[in-house]
Structures are given as structure tokens and as C-alpha cells.
């Protein structure tokens, strides 16, 4: 209602008088009705689309994938570093680009970015407890004798 007064104040020079006039709101009312109704269709559609797009971008990973892994050690970080690592490594963005986005120096970037690294391939040790184990034994075995 709000809207086809506005629209009826806008054009008032285009209002009839007497009985036409309420006609002329009753048609404004149901365009304004109409033009809702299709937003609304295009809403949902988009809404459905972009739906479809996240389940498929982000579906369940299997226990045996590399991306949960990877998933599972950046949950392991703090927020400070999941987001310098994703200005890095996501976003593609240099040390200084990333200084301009957090508002701090392009060394102070380096340095946080160097210990969010370390930090993150020492958690990612932590979701691979196999390969870490692998990777410590020698790969000949030694005869006794």
C-alpha cells in the first residue's frame, strides 16, 4: 500500500478524479503487486541456483581426502591466521596488499605470514598422524647381523 501511494504522490498530476481515480490506484496497486511478485520469483530462483552452487562447491569431503585435511588444520588455526593465509594463498594477494587490507606493515606481514605457515603445516601434521609416522621411517631396513 505504502508504495502505490508513493507512486500515486509521484503522479499526481496524472491522478483522475472521482471514481477513476480509485480505478487508476486499484491498476497502480496491482502492477506494484506484479513487479513484487516477479522480484520475488527471481529471488528464489537465484536463491536456488546459489543453493546448488554451495552444496556442489562445498559438499561433504570423505574421510580419506586431501581437502579435509587441509579443512580440519586451518579449523585447528586461529582467525588471525586462517585469515592471513587466505589473503595469501586464496585471494592471491602480495604482503603488501595484504599490509594495506590489516592496516599494519609489509614486514609485519611477512612475519605473521611466515608463523601462520609453520603453524599450519604443523597442524596439518596433526590430521595426517600416518604420513608424519610414514615419513620417520628410514626406508631400507637395516640387516642385524
Not at 10 to 39: C, F, I, Q, T
Not at 122 to 131: G, I, M
Request: charged share 30%; aromatic share 6%; glycine share 8%.
Amino acid at each position: 500500500m505504502a508504495e502505490t501511494y508513493a507512486i500515486a504522490w509521484r503522479r499526481m498530476a496524472e491522478l483522475p478524479d472521482g471514481e477513476a481515480g480509485k480505478l487508476w490506484l486499484y491498476g497502480v496497486a496491482r502492477r506494484v503487486l506484479a513487479n513484487h511478485r516477479r522480484s520475488e520469483r527471481r529471488r528464489l530462483t537465484r536463491h536456488t541456483e546459489l543453493t546448488g552452487e554451495i552444496e556442489e562447491l562445498y559438499t561433504a569431503p570423505s574421510r580419506h581426502s586431501g581437502r579435509h585435511d587441509v579443512d580440519e588444520a586451518m579449523g585447528m588455526l586461529s582467525g588471525s591466521d586462517r585469515e592471513l593465509l587466505a589473503l595469501a594463498l586464496w585471494e592471491g594477494l602480495d604482503p603488501g596488499e595484504i599490509a594495506t587490507v590489516l592496516d599494519c606493515s609489509r614486514n609485519a606481514v611477512r612475519i605473521r605470514l611466515h608463523r601462520a605457515r609453520r603453524r599450519f603445516a604443523e597442524a596439518l601434521e596433526k590430521t595426517r598422524p600416518s604420513a608424519a609416522g610414514f615419513a620417520s621411517r628410514p626406508l631400507v631396513e637395516k640387516e642385524s647381523g
